[in-house]
Nanobody
């Protein structure tokens, strides 16, 4: 059974940084060549949106709103995917969820807000104050 567990959220002031982690069990990144992993967020009163994804070859995709500020990476040895978030803005506030699905990174990033993922975690809250 696959479990994804997020951590690293918190409250920061605008301009600050956070690093989110998503640890997977029952799912070996290095063995899932047709899977992509990603981070998604849902802000207050907003629909879920894709933030960043990474595929098995390390190709990354980002939402325009976070390009140049966020970096997604994965550590296959630790079965963990990370999201480094710098220069945070109040509009980055939301529940950040890690997900995995059998699709390419671009498709995963642009999944419709109501679409379900193959696997997802419970999320970690990020709050950015001005």
């Amino acid at each position: 059974q696959v479990h994804l567990v997020e951590s690293g959220g918190g409250s920061v002031q605008a301009g600050g940084s956070l690093r989110l982690s998503c640890a997977a069990s029952g799912f070996a990144f290095s063995e899932k060549k047709d899977y992509s992993l990603g981070w998604f967020r849902e802000g207050p009163g907003k629909e879920r949106e894709g933030v960043a994804t990474i595929d098995s070859e390390g190709t990354t995709h980002y939402a325009d709103s976070v390009k140049g500020r966020f970096t997604i990476s994965q550590d296959n040895a630790k079965n963990t995917v990370y999201l480094q978030m710098n220069s945070l803005k109040p509009e980055d506030t939301g529940m950040y969820t890690c997900a995995a699905d059998r699709t390419d990174g671009w498709e995963l990033l642009h999944l419709p807000p109501k679409a379900r993922f193959g696997h997802w975690g419970r999320g970690t809250q990020v709050t950015v104050s001005s």
